[in-house]
């Protein structure tokens, strides 16, 4: 995980780590089927946008991602675009799931946190997101 990545006019490693909360932090992710339905779809539509998933897990009422992209990736428009899309495919597919905990149009917080991952803490990171199953229980 410490190679550096090149294109034709940069050198880079730009690796971050995002949580995004579900709105009024309802416990939504408590069903495997739910869960494994997210990660999923993050995997596909991050594969759209050239971003690498290094990793990501579910805490009760968010999801950690760590992830590496390019220069060019506009790291707002990903987050949103992943938001709002996750939304309605969870809305739909899990609907009997979810109309207890969540109501109208909305799914996740409309915030999130974003921080660069330097090369030195990265494994604590990894060990974070791998260890949000196990703060569950």
Known sequence: MKELNK??????????????VVKYRRKVFT????????????????????VTIINQECGDDHIHLLIQTKPSTDLCKYINILKGHSSRMLRKDFKDELSDKLWG?????????????????????????????????
């Open 105 to 137: 149009d909305s799914f996740w917080s409309p915030s999130y946190f974003i921080s660069t991952v330097g090369n030195t803490s990265i494994d604590t990171i990894y060990q974070y997101i791998d260890n949000q199953r196990n703060q569950m229980q």
């Open 31 to 50: 069903n495997d089927k739910i869960i494994s339905a997210l990660k999923c779809f993050i995997e596909d539509m991050s594969k759209k946008y050239d």
């Open 7 to 20: 294109t034709s006019n940069a050198v880079y490693k730009l690796n971050y780590h995002i949580v995004i």
